[in-house]
């Protein structure tokens, strides 16, 4: 019985659990993980992505065709291209053989 009274003697008074510090600290990860969550959800419903057209791959080849025009018309003359096959290859290693 005097070992008990002498630990709680030396032992200061714990409060509420609300009132601790370290209680704070393990809950409060998980609560901001779930509030996250909800908030992540709550977008998700009232902002939904938006559905694919129908005719996406007739769309994607109208603009690989106009990509290609652009990289026609922006294609060095004739007369440069010798050059910039020399650069080009100048700066790949040579094979080894």
Do not use: F
């Not at 002498?6 to 609300?18: A, I, L, Y």
Request: hydrophobic letters at 40%; a positive charge; aromatic letters at 6%.
């Amino acid at each position: 019985m005097n070992a008990a009274k002498n630990r709680s003697e030396s032992d200061p008074k714990s409060g509420p659990w609300w009132r601790e510090p370290m209680m704070w600290l393990v809950l409060g990860g998980p609560s901001l993980v779930i509030v996250a969550g909800v908030a992540t959800t709550v977008i998700a419903i009232r902002q939904p992505d938006p559905v694919v057209a129908e005719d996406y791959y007739r769309r994607g080849l109208e603009i690989n065709k106009t990509l290609a025009e652009r990289q026609a018309a922006a294609a060095p003359p004739e007369a440069l291209r010798p050059a910039l096959q020399a650069r080009n290859h100048s700066a790949t290693p040579a094979e080894s053989r």
